[in-house]
């Protein structure tokens, strides 16, 4: 395994390279200096030896540091003269330092694609500034950052290369985030190969008159992960609105480095531009660490590229334009409660008559969609607000149509003694799998409709195939008509219909780039996770009716111990069928 450095400017060698000597020997590997090179032909990966008149700039002033920094350190051995036996190559205090150049037409991503490749365990990059607007394009550090698979440095100001004693200080405000352990072991290895000390600063609001006391908790959990006999370990607290302000609360002139663990794009934008020193000339120098991606999340990022490289993106016009548009009529008012009612009324009657085309004409009518695909919205973006309107409209909607279903029904029961169920009842209490499918289905198109004013006309036909109100005016009256198992297996179809659209439009939205809004809460953590729970939730109900479905197929039959109704003809045919 290694430490590599990625650099594409003369001024980046001269501060990176001394950072990765440091960084090697505290690690007992390798070090790999890498530089890139653009081609429009395939990407190769060439190893650099004694820079000639041929070589680029870039590798000259990087062959060039190396050599005055193997001038005062014993320890750095370039590659090219281990291979040319004039070094030893099996000492293992030594550092062997080897050069490579990246040649492809974006020579950052195929490094990256290619780390793992190389055995890297630790990159270390420039600082960059993180941009506000993700539609942007990334700069090549922040993409590196991002994307690497090993654990990243992006590092600012300079160290001398020698083994000399450093002293560092961690600044912290979560002692059980991934990246401030991670950030945590590092600095505490950086220290005990130079025998130098290691202050832990933990930050926290002044929020409670105990505040200090949990403060000490949480500084000492973090000194006794790295509590080691040939380390010094200084523990501070600062209490402060704010982790930078914590920060720059102390005297950082003192310090070789300050380390954050973050991969938080607004963290580290503030500790790049307010970060301040005592004195205006100099830079505080400052390390930003996170560790390495997880393979899962390694192949989730690699397949959300795909997906969203094939699906066309919506822009951010049009996402305005539908957030505000979901989020106006996904609301329980007037209007909403008299398009459910008349929808419910008008497919209460088409049922009861056997009527497809009645039936047809309530479904277009019918407001329950658009909650839906707020709802589903709403998982994607981590709207709360917008998804317990949306529920909330569902669940009145719902509720509103089974009473006027029940209602009709009792009319009926009431008026029409010889009554029958028609096939257009008898078709909704039965639900089976294809009827998951084609509600999963709707709400794909519903989502992609609706998120493109040119594709607005297909929405009634989403309307028709999801088919929402039928199956709750079909509960309705089958209860009233003493019909209880088709009244149940229409309650299903209703059900099923909501998890499976839900699902269809969040996966859509996702498809096409929208993304879960992430906002910072008093504590630091981001407490947007629970749209993640609510999907898996959705995925599992639908696996799980599916299973339902295939498992115990509902029979199209009428139960045998339910009376068969007749009609008044029918008796008496059979009356005079007796007599003869």
Known sequence: MSVAIFVTSESEAACLIPWGVRFARAQHSELLVVSPRKSKGKESFDELGVPDEESTALHQAVAAQLENIQSVCDDIVLKHLVNSNEAISNDHDRIIVSLMEVVAPEPESAFVAHVQDLDVRLLLIPTFKPIKNSQKSLEWEERIFLSAPCGVVAVRGTISPEDTPLTLMFASEDDEDADDVYALKQTALLG??????????????????????????????????????????????EL????????????????????????????????????????????????????????????WSKFKQFVRSKVPQISRELRVNLVDRLTSNSNFDFDFCALISLSTLI??????????????????????????????????????????????????????????????????????????????????????????????????????????????????????????????????????????????????????????????????????????????????????????????????????????????????????????????????????????
Do not use: C
């Open 240 to 299: 402060a609105e704010s982790f930078v302000d914590g920060v720059n609360q102390v005297d950082l002139n003192p310090f070789d480095l300050v380390v954050v663990g973050t991969r938080s794009n607004k963290n580290i934008r503030q500790l790049f531009n307010q970060l301040k020193s005592d004195q205006d000339d100099k830079s505080v120098p400052l390390a930003i660490m996170r560790q390495a991606v997880p393979m899962t999340d390694q192949l």
């Open 192 to 237: 005990r190969s130079t025998k130098g000390t290691v202050s832990l600063l933990f930050v926290r609001p002044s929020d409670d008159e105990v505040a200090h006391q949990v403060a000490e908790k949480h500084v000492d959990r973090l000194e006794k992960q790295i509590r080691h006999r040939q380390l010094d370990v200084e523990k501070r607290i």
């Open 347 to 580: 497919a209460a009657l088409g049922l009861i008559q056997n009527s497809a085309a009645v039936v047809i004409g309530a479904m277009l009518v019918a407001p329950l969609m658009t909650p839906l695909v707020a709802i589903g919205l709403a998982l994607v973006q981590g709207n709360e607000r917008l998804l317990k309107s949306a529920l909330v409209a569902v669940f009145y909607g719902f509720s509103v149509a089974l009473l006027i279903g029940v209602i009709v029904g009792g009319f009926v029961n009431l008026t029409m003694h010889d009554y029958t169920l028609g096939s257009e009842l008898r078709s909704r209490g039965v639900p089976n799998l294809l009827d998951l499918i084609v509600a999963l289905a709707s709400g794909v198109a519903a989502a992609y409709a609706m998120g493109r004013p040119h594709l607005i006309s297909a929405l009634p036909g989403v309307a028709i195939a999801a088919a929402l109100v039928p199956p709750i005016a079909t509960s309705g009256v089958a209860i009233a008509l003493g019909q209880f198992a088709i009244g149940g297996g229409a309650l299903l179809l209703f059900f099923t219909n909501i998890v499976a659209i839900v699902l269809g439009t969040t996966i859509t939205f996702w498809s096409v780039g929208i993304s879960t809004h992430v906002a910072k809460s008093d504590s630091g953590r981001e407490p947007r996770i629970w749209p993640r729970y609510w999907f898996i939730g959705f995925v599992i109900l639908s696996f799980l009716i599916a299973a339902e479905f295939v498992l115990n197929p509902f029979s199209a039959n009428p139960p045998q111990n339910e009376p068969k109704k007749t009609t008044t003809s029918q008796t008496a045919s059979d009356g005079q069928q007796s007599k003869q």
